[in-house]
C-alpha cells in the first residue's frame, strides 16, 4: 500500500511538473509582459458607436511557436458585456492563414474594431480575453483590464429639429394705383373732347369715387407726367411738354372739384414730372413693335448724343418709315395720370376674432396670418384646419398644422399632414424639410439626412437640422459649420466635440440660455480645461434646475477625476 500511494504521489508531482511547464501556461504566466495601448485612452461614442484602437506589444521569446491565441476585447458594463471581432494570432509553425508572431523578436499588432453604443456603457471596463490552443489543448488567460469608461458627450445633442413654417401673404397695407393717359396732337398742348370721354379717363374716374368711398383704401397722390415726342428741337419740346402738364393739371383738377373731392385743393397732392424728350418712351415703343428693322434702327439713334443730331435722325427716320410718324410718336405725345392708392385691410383684433368666430369671412392669406396672433398650439391649430378645409388645395394649411402638431408631440399626426402638404406641393422643400424632422424624430437618420438633402436652401431651419444629424453621424466638424452663427446649445456642443472650447463658451455665454443643459456645457468645457472651479459651479446650476442632471453627471467620464471630490459627491447625490 506504500508503494502505491508513493507511485501514486510521485506520478502526480510529475504530472504538475508537466503541465506547469507547459507552452500554454508559460505563456499564461507571462501575458502580463504584454503591453497595451488604446486609442482613445478613454473610450467615446462617436455616430452612436463605440471605436477601438488597441496596439499589442508581444515580448520576445513569448509566442510559442505551435501556439493559436483568440484575442477578444470585451466591454463589460453593469448588467451586461460587448464584445468586439476577435483576433487570431499563430505561431511560425502553425498552418493557418493569420497575423504570424515570431518567438524570438515578437510584434507589436494593431487591432481595431466597432460595437454598437448603449448607455449602460458609460460606466465599463475594456478587458481583453485571451484563450490559447497547442493542438487539442487550451487554456483562458486571466482577462486584462486595458481601459476604462466611454465618453459619451455627443448624445447630449438636443434632437428637436427646426421645422419651417409655410408663410403667408397677408400685407396690412397693400398698394392699389390705377393710370390713364391723354394724347395730344402733334405740338399742341390741348386736350380733344374726345380724350376727356376716353374710357382710360372715365376708369380713372371711377376709381377715384370709389377709392373717396372706401373708408378702408387711402389716397396717397396723383402722379401727372407729361412727355413730348423727341421729333423736335429741345427747346420746343421742352416748353411743349410744360404746356401739355399744364393742360392736363387743369383737367384733373376741375375734374376732382366737380366730384367734390376736396384733395384737388392740396397743392403737395399732385406730383409732377415734366420730360422734354421722352427718348426712353420712344425706345420701348420700337422694342415693342413689329418694325422690321427697329434694332438697327435702335443702334443708330443709340450712337448719337447730341440733341440736335438725334431730333434730325428721328425726323429721317420718321419720314422714311411711316409706321413711326403714325403709331410711335403720337402715343409719346401725351401726359399720364398715376393715381396711387392704399388699402387697408383688418385688424389684428378683428382677424384673431373672425379667425374663432367666423373663419369663412378671411381669405387663406388672412387665415394663415391669424394662426400666428395666437401663442396656444390648440388655438393655432384649430386655425389652420380651418385653412385646409376651406383651401383644400393650398399646401401650407397641411404644412403648418403639421408644424403645430409637431411641436405638441403628436409626431405621428403631423407626418400625416406632412405627406398631405407634399402631395399638394411636390418637391417644395419647406415641407421636405419638415418631414426630414419627423423622421430625424423618429430616429431615422438616413431617411432624415435625404429629406434635408432635398431641402437645401429653404433657411436656417434646414442647415440647423443638417447639424444634428452630423453630430449623430459623428462628423462634429460639419456640425460646427452647419450650425455656423448660431448661439444654440447644439452649435456648442459641436464645437466642443470638435475641439473649439473657447468657441462652445462663447456661443453659451452670447446665447444666453439659462437650460440645464448650457450649464451642464459649461461644466464639460470646464472638465476639458482643468478648471474645477467652472466644473462644479456649473454642475452645481444644471443639478439644480433639472435633476436628472445629477444621475447622468454620475456616469459622466468627462468627470471622472471627480467622482471621488467630496463637493462633487454632495452635488449629484
Request: aromatic content about 8%; proline content about 2%; overall charge neutral.
Amino acid at each position: 500500500m506504500k508503494r502505491t500511494f508513493r507511485s501514486i504521489a510521485t506520478l502526480s508531482l510529475a504530472s504538475l511538473v508537466i503541465v506547469s511547464c507547459s507552452p500554454l501556461n508559460k505563456m499564461k504566466k507571462r501575458a502580463g509582459e504584454m503591453g497595451y495601448k488604446v486609442t482613445p485612452e478613454v473610450l467615446e461614442e462617436k455616430g452612436e458607436m463605440v471605436d477601438v484602437k488597441i496596439d499589442v506589444t508581444i515580448p520576445a521569446k513569448f509566442f510559442n511557436k505551435n501556439v493559436t491565441v483568440v484575442a477578444t476585447p470585451v466591454l463589460k458594463y453593469q448588467g451586461g458585456e460587448k464584445a468586439f471581432e476577435p483576433t487570431t494570432l499563430q505561431g511560425e509553425n502553425v498552418q493557418g492563414n493569420n497575423v504570424v508572431v515570431p518567438y524570438e523578436t515578437g510584434k507589436t499588432i494593431t487591432y481595431t474594431g466597432q460595437i454598437p453604443f448603449e448607455d449602460a456603457m458609460r460606466i465599463s471596463d475594456l478587458v481583453v480575453d485571451i484563450k490559447a490552443s497547442k493542438g487539442a489543448k487550451s487554456v483562458n488567460f486571466d482577462g486584462t483590464k486595458i481601459a476604462e469608461g466611454v465618453i459619451a458627450t455627443a448624445t447630449l445633442v438636443n434632437n428637436d429639429p427646426a421645422l419651417a413654417l409655410g408663410k403667408d401673404n397677408f400685407q396690412r397695407i397693400t398698394p392699389e394705383q390705377n393710370e390713364a393717359a391723354i394724347y395730344y396732337l402733334i405740338n399742341s398742348s390741348q386736350i380733344r373732347n374726345n380724350q376727356v370721354k376716353s374710357e382710360e379717363i372715365k376708369a380713372m374716374e371711377q376709381f377715384l369715387k370709389d377709392a373717396k368711398a372706401d373708408e378702408d383704401v387711402n389716397l396717397k397722390n396723383i402722379e401727372i407726367q407729361s412727355y413730348a415726342s423727341p421729333d423736335g428741337t429741345y427747346d420746343w419740346n421742352e416748353k411743349l411738354a410744360n404746356k401739355r402738364e399744364g393742360s392736363s393739371d387743369n383737367f384733373l383738377k376741375k375734374n376732382m372739384k366737380k366730384n367734390k373731392m376736396e384733395e384737388y385743393k392740396d397743392l403737395d397732392f399732385f406730383k409732377k414730372y415734366v420730360v422734354a424728350e421722352d427718348w426712353e418712351g420712344f425706345k420701348k415703343a420700337m422694342e415693342a413693335s413689329s418694325i422690321r428693322d427697329k434694332e438697327l434702327i435702335l443702334r443708330v439713334l443709340a450712337m448719337h448724343s447730341d440733341p440736335e443730331v438725334r431730333e434730325r435722325e428721328i425726323k429721317n427716320i420718321a419720314s422714311a418709315y411711316s409706321t413711326i410718324a403714325d403709331q410711335i410718336l403720337p402715343k409719346l405725345r401725351r401726359s399720364k395720370f398715376v393715381v396711387n392708392a392704399e388699402r387697408i385691410g383688418k385688424s389684428d383684433e378683428e382677424i384673431r376674432s373672425l379667425a374663432k368666430s367666423d373663419p369663412s369671412a378671411l381669405n387663406v392669406e388672412e387665415l394663415l396670418y391669424a394662426a400666428t396672433l395666437f401663442d396656444n398650439n390648440a388655438d393655432k391649430l384649430a386655425v389652420y384646419e380651418s385653412a385646409m378645409s376651406q383651401f383644400p388645395n393650398d399646401w401650407r394649411g397641411f404644412n403648418d398644422a403639421g408644424m403645430t402638431l409637431f411641436e405638441m408631440g403628436k409626431v405621428a399626426e403631423a407626418k400625416a399632414d406632412l405627406q398631405k402638404a407634399d402631395a399638394l406641393s411636390a418637391n417644395n422643400k419647406v415641407v421636405k424639410n419638415n418631414l426630414g424632422a419627423v423622421e430625424l424624430k423618429n430616429g431615422n437618420i438616413q431617411e432624415a439626412e435625404v429629406l434635408f438633402g432635398a431641402a437645401t436652401g429653404v433657411g436656417n431651419e434646414v442647415n440647423y437640422n443638417k447639424g444634428i444629424v452630423a453630430i449623430k453621424k459623428g462628423d462634429y466638424k460639419a456640425a460646427v459649420d452647419y450650425f455656423g452663427n448660431c448661439n444654440c446649445v447644439n452649435a456648442a456642443l459641436a464645437n466642443i466635440l470638435n475641439g473649439n472650447n473657447s468657441e462652445a463658451l462663447k456661443k453659451l455665454n452670447e446665447g444666453k440660455d439659462d437650460s440645464a443643459l448650457a450649464s451642464y456645457l459649461k461644466a464639460v468645457i470646464g472638465a476639458r480645461n482643468n478648471d474645477a472651479n467652472m466644473v462644479l459651479t456649473n454642475l452645481k446650476e444644471a443639478c439644480n434646475k433639472e435633476a436628472a442632471m445629477k444621475g447622468l453627471a454620475k456616469t459622466d467620464m468627462e468627470f471622472a477625476k471627480y467622482f471621488e471630490n467630496g463637493e462633487f459627491k454632495t452635488i449629484v447625490q
